[in-house]
């Protein structure tokens, strides 16, 4: 039965109905196809289970051509009451009309013989275990050798309290022994039977009993004296016996002895010697649980066709923890499981932070799960490395901390750039400087530090920086703006130098076009290698000062972009990356400064998209998410860009007397080959001059007839308080006559004081500079 009716509800067919999964809508039947993929071409039965009575799926019409009618119902399923069902009614044939006097053919062929299917049935294990094959063997030798040497060392310390304790207990065993020969002797199990058949009043029961147990004590106590007196005599060549035997094989005896006489007296229902490793509570995975909780987490579904999550690698041991490819299923992607990171942590029954998604090159919709045994990032990654003070290579990775497996990361600082970031407290001071002091300890290094927090944490750095300021706010050492304006300029213009000069060096010297090694620690050349680091760069972008603002935004842009490949590398650190600038043009290159640094560190973030910013666009989608990182890892974050993995690093710890050492050794080094420069070696910088006439004609406004020299003064140090913060009205009037601009009468404000008119500043400016004109 069908109808016409277009508004006719979607109906299903009948349960058990081989299209019970499609239902088609009347409306428009060409929308949907039936699912006849499981019916066989020469099978004239439907493919489900029960009688079905009614015409086969297809029948030939009049003109031989084949239609498809309305499908096989079982048939103890009626016909719901009121429901209409939907067309099944097609313009074109799917399938050729099968023969229904045709034998059917099985679809799966079956096994031919019995041999086949046993070697067939089961899944096959591997040869060689996993934790044996190449790429595993390494950290499975490592743990072993690394535990044995734990219980070895742990048992070693207390084997004197180990001898008292097992002498002590063998005693206690030697008495329980005799006390259990003592039992065997009197048949005290006996007992009970004759005090049963005493209580029964049975004489001849009793009477006979009792001749048993005295003869079995008879028997009883004849072997005891035999054992006595052979044990006695043992006793008496027992010197003797030490005497003639090895020592070796003496200890041996007797040990055996004192720990068989020790296992009779343990105390019950707990070991004797306590464990040297206390084992943790883990989820040792199998193939159900991992099924159990991607299903929980809705990311298959075992009883629907396809859905089914499946395994792309056996399950295995990967340092502490377990590993395995999980292929989800058609439809589903990386991004799905990382959305259900939570749900999949709940269905395995551990922490969240044990659970690691990675992103198989091979197929979206196959990732790798890891599960470590406990919280990974709990454990500290250790000191660093540094403290060894010997002389790094700045042309060889830096140490930086260990990933979740506990592998060592390392980052090369060579052509990059480095963005730390986190919110306050989580470690990124002490990460960047972890490796400013692998930096430290290179004596070819020039290295200079600016910290506009204004924080301890960098100031011993002054033992070897060329240039450092730290804070905003001018000292008796300058102005810490302007020192950074004066440090990133020559840095520029030595940029600039050092592409002009590699350009003009022979192919055999600097074959690639670009800073070497040997060039770079030949200090004829001067082009050494040079890190500029900056911590909490976000103030040097909103310094109270838009001219200095928009200067400083220009040549760090310049340099991110640019230095790297000249041997000028960059590592910054924020916690606010993002909502900085004074100006819409500093807040936006601002951003272009953040977004070009090539390796990024996050620590822990407020959200998500607080996290892309540090990591880049695109990292949630990734699965990497420093919001998720609990507020108890300190110097815990996600490293991107360094290498085709993205880690969680636990970065190796160097406090501040630490720091000082190392820094103090690399002083001793720079000192010992002559590299020690700027700052650290006494020089003076020497600052820029400002163009006063060019600074004045800035702050006339529009339609200005002039100002007065105390206005004039007021507002050179309100806009460069850099320069002019102690300038009076009478220092800027002597300046300004000496370059041509006479006081005269200035009506300004309703008043007329002494100042310099706007045409006469235009008019020197203009001499000054004829370029300037028009």
């Known amino acids: 039965m069908t109808t016409d009716d277009p508004r006719a509800p979607l109906v299903p067919a009948d349960p058990g109905s081989p299209t019970d999964r499609l239902p088609v809508p009347v409306d428009r ?20 289970d029960g009688a079905t009575t009614g015409p086969p799926d297809t029948d030939a019409t009049s003109d031989g051509g084949p239609q498809l009618v309305e499908p096989y119902r079982p048939a103890a399923s009626p016909e719901p009451t009121g429901s209409v069902r939907f067309t099944s009614s097609y313009d074109i044939p799917l399938d050729a009309v099968p023969d229904p006097t045709a034998r059917p053919v099985p679809v799966d062929i079956a096994d031919t013989t019995a041999t086949d299917r046993r070697w067939s049935d089961g899944e096959r294990q591997p040869i060689i275990p996993s934790g044996l094959r190449r790429g595993s063997l390494a950290p499975t030798v490592r743990h072993t050798v ?167 690698s056996p399950m295995a041991r990967d340092g502490e923890g377990s590993r395995v490819l999980i292929d989800l299923p058609y439809g589903k992607g990386f991004g799905d499981a990382v959305r259900a990171r939570d749900a999949i942590a709940s269905g395995l029954d551990v922490a969240t932070a044990q659970v690691f998604l990675t992103r ?116 008796r050492d300058g102005d810490p703006v302007e020192t950074l304006i004066d440090t990133l300029r020559a840095i520029k213009e030595d940029v600039r130098q050092r592409y002009v000069r590699l350009s003009d060096l022979p192919s055999d010297v600097c074959p690639e076009g670009k800073l070497t090694r040997a060039i770079a620690r030949n200090l004829d050349y001067g082009m050494p290698v040079h890190l500029l680091l900056l911590d909490e760069f976000q103030e040097y972008f909103n310094t109270g000062n838009p001219a200095a603002d928009q200067e400083i935004a220009d040549l760090l842009v310049y340099l991110v972009r640019v230095a790297p490949a000249a041997g000028v590398l960059l590592g910054d650190a924020t916690q606010r990356p993002s909502g900085i600038g004074s100006g819409g043009d500093v807040a936006r290159k601002f951003t272009d400064f953040r977004d070009n640094h090539l390796v990024r560190f996050a620590l822990r973030t407020g959200s998500w998209q607080v996290s892309d910013l540090v990591l880049g666009a695109g990292a949630y989608s990734e699965g990497l998410d420093s919001s998720t990182l609990l507020p108890q890892y300190k110097g815990v974050g996600i490293l991107r860009g360094a290498s085709e993995a993205n880690p969680t690093v636990r970065t190796f710890l160097a406090d501040a007397q630490d720091a000082e050492k190392i820094l103090t050794a690399g002083r001793a ?20 001059p400002r163009n006063v006439l060019a600074d004045v004609a800035t702050l006339l406004a529009p339609g200005e007839s002039g100002l007065h020299w105390a206005d004039l003064a007021a507002r050179l140090a309100t806009r460069f308080p850099e320069h002019y913060t102690d300038i009076t009205a009478d220092a800027i009037s002597a300046q300004l006559r000496d370059l041509g601009v006479p006081s005269a009468n200035v009506r300004a404000g309703g008043l007329v004081r002494r100042g310099a008119r706007a045409t006469d500043i235009t008019a020197a400016v203009r001499r000054a500079d004829p370029a300037s004109d028009g």
């Open 669 to 688: 080094l720079r000192e010992r080959l002559g590299t020690l420069s700027g700052h650290a070696a006494g020089q003076t910088t020497v600052r820029t």
């Open 29 to 48: 039947p060409d929308r949907w196809l039936p699912d006849l993929t499981s019916y066989h071409a020469t099978s004239p039965t439907p493919p489900h």
């Open 146 to 312: 690394g535990h044995l040497t734990h219980v070895a060392a742990f048992h070693a310390v207390r084997l004197p309290w180990y001898t008292l304790l097992t002498t002590w207990t063998a005693a206690v065993g030697a008495a329980r022994l005799l006390d259990r020969q003592r039992r065997w002797w009197w048949c005290t199990e006996a007992a009970v039977l004759l005090h049963t058949t005493a209580e029964a009043a049975d004489p001849a029961s009793w009477l006979k009993l009792h001749r048993e147990v005295r003869a079995t004590r008879l028997r009883r106590g004849l072997t005891l004296a035999v054992e006595f007196f052979a044990f006695g005599w043992g006793l008496l060549w027992l010197p003797a016996v030490v005497d003639v035997l090895p020592w070796l094989v003496t200890l041996l005896l007797g040990g055996t002895a004192l720990v068989v006489l020790a296992r009779f007296g343990r105390p019950a229902g707990r070991p004797l010697l306590p464990s040297a490793v206390v084992t943790p509570r883990y989820r040792r995975l199998t193939a159900d649980v991992v099924l159990r909780a991607y299903y929980a987490a809705r990311l298959g579904a075992p009883d629907k066709p396809g859905q089914q999550i499946e395994f792309g």
């Open 360 to 475: 198989d090159p091979t197929s979206h919709r196959r990732h790798g799960l890891w599960v470590a045994d406990r919280d990974p990032l709990a454990v500290p990654a250790g000191l660093t490395p540094l403290l060894a003070r010997t002389p790094t290579d700045i042309w060889t990775p830096a140490p930086f901390g260990v990933d979740e497996r506990g592998s060592a990361v390392t980052i090369d600082l060579m052509f990059t750039s480095i963005l730390v970031g986190a919110q306050p407290r989580q470690g990124k001071t002490f990460a960047l400087r972890a490796l400013a002091l692998y930096a430290a300890l290179d004596p070819y290094v020039t290295i200079s530090v600016f910290d506009g927090g204004g924080k301890p944490d960098w100031r011993r750095f002054a033992l070897l920086a060329d240039r450092c300021s730290f804070g905003l706010a001018p000292t």
